[in-house]
């Protein structure tokens, strides 16, 4: 507190806009050189070898299909299926990203967690409906009607339709709470 207003007391010195704007950009581009001098000090560069887009999302999708393996039909190693799972969500696979969402909010002990996470099921959520699925932003809708935050659920909820949505529920109990017109998704 007490450095900002020694800061500004200095910038009330200035006589004129243009000795300040000069002041300014040297003050920006110090601080930015000393940045940039502190990063490359602190990194040292190593060069990995390159996947293509094609095999790096072939290698997502694999891991994803391992933890789907071990859900459906219980194939392979549980620890394995759930390190896969975490890979691909960290990977961006928006799929994943769902279903480690549910298991933050719904089924915490297949992740090794003894109570529900619904902060990070948000935050995984969220990642998915960035790449439009649906059913991350429904599952958002659904967590915001239930908060009563109507506005951020009717917001989820037309993206949601947007993508592919299409139940009925929800839009009624939100207009319903809203009180506004029917929800119009072209």
Known sequence: MIHNHIYLCNLKSFTNKSSLHFYLINMINKYLTTLFVLLLSGCEV?????????????????????FQDYMLFGIGDKDMAIESLFKSAEAGCGEAQIELGGCYAYRPDLIGREKPNI????????KAAEQNEWMAQR????????????EQAKYWLKQAKRNGYKDKELKNRINKNLQWPTIYVP
């Open 46 to 66: 190593q060069k990995q070898p390159q996947q293509s887009n094609a095999e790096s999302n072939d290698l997502v999708y694999k891991q994803y299909s391992q």
């Open 119 to 126: 902060d990070s099921a948000i935050i995984w959520w969220c």
């Open 139 to 150: 599952d958002l809708a659904y967590y915001y009607a239930d908060k009563q935050d109507w």
